[in-house]
């Protein structure tokens, strides 16, 4: 098995669920950190592709399928018993076919760490503008994100046992709230200063192509579901009737938190805001260069959780043991390097990425799942799922145009989002 398709995000909390298995509340909270972080940054931007009322029904359409396919996972986990999306592809779809997860859960990884290096290289050059002004640090990102990567990155992405992190992913969650809380408090506090009421009223609503790419960004905000099979294996109580209660309570205030920030976001820097929306801010107020600051560290420490995903990919498309592994770590860092400074902008780079990867996992391969899961006789399933008397859903015609839904919106919305991005449309 591939470590990185067996754990999740962030560790659970400890105590009893260790052994026993994660109970509802804890499977809530960390499925919400794993949607809920340094992404809340982006969705600013979405509402200014859109409109106001245009971002909303993004947002709704993005959350409905984005909760519905991982429900779908949930439920084709419970009816074969799979722990990982490698198990999951291999019963259903086979094992012929299974280095296809690899290699787009490998590229989903990687822009992951392209994005965090590209924030850590905004909030470096942002933070150095106030604190060193007149340095290289603050005029040239390359210079700061070399500097950080050599002296406190490639020591991280080397650690076999990222357990010892858990404790700064906490404080990295708790500082992306504070700097969250700053945005929201100097919106409405200031509201009247900024014209926020008057931003929301003239761009309530205008319908352009760009929508499409505000969906590929709300995508991207919801995308947890590489890890829904480790989620439902780990539930001490394996019901997909839990599974779904998890998933609906944590979607649920994910869509909004996301649209509150969104609009809060928009409000205050209308036109001008920039995907990453600290980066909007004058460097002249304190408060923003520690925010800035804070910011970085946490996503130095919040980048080998996402490195070592990416290298046991890398690791399982080659069939390559674990081991003596440095050469592929300072290529692969080389790679998220380069790719850091190539991008400037963490939206563009979360769109491309929400549009084309994002969809695989979370539209088209659980509508896939789901579909062969309807062509599997009732007797060849382990029936894992003894507590839940759920009929088999995916045989009904609801789901199966449910399905069909799915793999219309990723594949059509996905490719339209790029079309319009590179200016084809």
């Known amino acids: 098995m591939v470590w990185s398709l067996q754990k999740p995000l962030l560790p659970r909390l400890k105590g009893r669920e260790n052994h026993e298995g994660s109970t509802l509340q804890s499977t809530v909270i960390n499925l919400l950190k794993n949607m809920v972080g340094a992404g809340l940054l982006n969705v600013c931007i979405a509402f200014k592709y859109s409109s106001v009322v245009g971002g909303l029904l993004a947002m709704t359409l993005s959350s409905f399928v984005c909760t519905a396919g991982f429900l779908m996972l949930g439920y084709c986990c419970s009816k074969t018993g799979s722990k990982t999306f490698r198990e999951l592809w291999n019963v259903l779809l086979g094992s012929r076919t299974e280095k296809v997860v690899d290699l787009v859960l490998f590229f989903h990884t990687l822009f992951s760490c392209v994005g965090y290096i590209t924030l850590i290289g905004d909030f470096s050059v942002k933070s150095c503008s106030g604190l060193l002004p007149g340095t290289i640090f603050a005029a040239r990102?390359?210079?700061?994100?070399?500097?950080?990567?050599?002296?406190?990155?490639?020591?991280?992405?080397?650690?076999?046992?990222?357990?010892?992190?858990?404790?700064?992913?906490?404080?990295?969650?708790?500082?992306?709230?504070?700097?969250?809380?700053?945005?929201?408090?100097?919106?409405?506090?200031?509201?009247?200063?900024?014209?926020?009421?008057?931003?929301?009223?003239?761009?309530?609503?205008?319908?352009?192509?760009?929508?499409?790419?505000?969906?590929?960004?709300?995508?991207?905000?919801?995308?947890?579901?590489?890890?829904?099979?480790?989620?439902?294996?780990?539930?001490?109580?394996?019901?997909?009737?839990?599974?779904?209660?998890?998933?609906?309570?944590?979607?649920?205030?994910?869509?909004?938190?996301?649209?509150?920030?969104?609009l809060a976001g928009y409000a205050r820097f209308g036109d001008q805001v920039m995907g990453n929306v600290l980066k909007?801010?004058?460097?002249?107020?304190?408060?923003?260069?520690?925010?800035?600051?804070?910011?970085?560290?946490?996503?130095?420490?919040?980048?080998?959780?996402?490195?070592?995903?990416?290298?046991?990919?890398?690791?399982?498309?080659?069939?390559?043991?674990?081991?003596?592994?440095?050469?592929?770590?300072?290529?692969?860092?080389?790679?998220?390097?380069?790719?850091?400074?190539?991008?400037?902008?963490?939206?563009?780079?979360?769109?491309?990425?929400?549009?084309?990867?994002?969809?695989?996992?979370?539209?088209?391969?659980?509508?896939?799942?789901?579909?062969?899961?309807?062509?599997?006789?009732?007797?060849?399933?382990?029936?894992?799922?003894?507590?839940?008397?759920l009929l088999r859903m995916e045989k009904k015609p609801l789901v199966k145009w449910l399905c069909g839904l799915m793999l219309f919106t990723g594949i059509g919305q996905g490719a339209l989002a790029l079309l319009v991005h590179y200016k084809v449309m």
């Open 141 to 262: 990102r390359e210079a700061s994100i070399a500097v950080i990567v050599v002296l406190f990155i490639f020591p991280l992405a080397q650690l076999r046992n990222l357990d010892r992190l858990k404790y700064t992913s906490a404080i990295g969650l708790f500082i992306t709230g504070f700097a969250c809380c700053y945005v929201f408090y100097d919106v409405v506090a200031n509201a009247t200063e900024y014209g926020a009421v008057d931003v929301l009223r003239d761009n309530f609503w205008f319908l352009k192509l760009d929508i499409f790419k505000t969906i590929s960004l709300f995508n991207g905000s919801f995308s947890a579901h590489y890890n829904a099979p480790t989620y439902y294996a780990e539930m001490k109580n394996k019901s997909f009737h839990d599974f779904a209660k998890a998933t609906f309570i944590a979607f649920g205030i994910a869509t909004f938190l996301f649209t509150l920030f969104g």
């Open 280 to 389: 909007s801010y004058s460097p002249d107020d304190p408060m923003v260069q520690l925010a800035w600051l804070c910011m970085m560290v946490s996503t130095v420490f919040v980048f080998p959780h996402a490195f070592q995903r990416m290298r046991s990919s890398w690791n399982a498309i080659i069939n390559k043991p674990p081991g003596a592994q440095r050469f592929t770590t300072v290529a692969l860092l080389a790679v998220s390097v380069y790719g850091g400074v190539a991008f400037d902008d963490i939206a563009v780079i979360k769109m491309i990425k929400g549009a084309t990867l994002g969809v695989s996992i979370m539209f088209i391969f659980p509508a896939l799942f789901c579909i062969s899961l309807g062509n599997v006789p009732d007797e060849a399933l382990p029936s894992p799922d003894p507590n839940s008397k």
